[in-house]
């Protein structure tokens, strides 16, 4: 596997992985009706840092990694992840979460902060624990799971240093 930064002729792949991790609708609040551009410029929209995961000449994950906030919280980053459901567990979504956290310090984060980490999404919270995060919040009922009905979200931090 190979993890090289993304460029527009990832773009195909990139909504290939985003509709089969979003459409299931356990993990991620984007709306089922998000379009191909939206979901691509999601990952390489202006201002973002994007990188893929690469096995066999074939995308099987991605990474995107910006400012969680502007100006004076800007200091710690935010990060989004997806792996084709297809190439889970056999070490992308470990290796991506590494090299993210690697590019995060190259640009000089102090920090890295997620947002909405769902719940019972247990893989995603497992390996983000494995890799030094902390649950610092938790949102009641904040994510509608396709099947499940409401369910927590968590607010996931570590220090980059």
């Not at 989004?80 to 979460?97: E, H, I, N, T, Y």
């Given at each position: 596997m190979i993890i090289r930064r993304a460029t527009a002729a990832d773009a195909a792949a990139i909504w290939k992985i985003f509709q089969a991790v979003v459409a299931p609708g356990d993990t991620y609040s984007f709306p089922a009706d998000t379009t191909e551009r939206d979901a691509v410029a999601y990952f390489l929209g202006p201002g973002i840092t994007c990188f893929v995961a690469e096995e066999d000449g074939h995308v099987i994950g991605m990474y995107k990694l910006i400012p969680n906030r502007i100006g004076r919280g800007s200091h710690v980053s935010n990060a989004?992840?997806?792996?084709?459901?297809?190439?889970?567990?056999?070490?992308?979504?470990?290796?991506?979460?590494e090299h993210c956290l690697d590019e995060a310090r190259r640009q000089g984060y102090e920090a890295m902060q997620f947002n909405f980490v769902v719940s019972t999404n247990t893989a995603g919270v497992n390996l983000w624990k494995k890799l030094g995060f902390e649950i610092v919040g938790t949102l009641p009922k904040a994510f509608r799971h396709a099947t499940l009905g409401d369910v927590d979200a968590y607010v996931m931090h570590r220090f980059l240093r």
């Open positions: 989004s992840f997806m792996v084709d459901p297809a190439a889970q567990g056999k070490g992308a979504g470990r290796a991506l979460g």
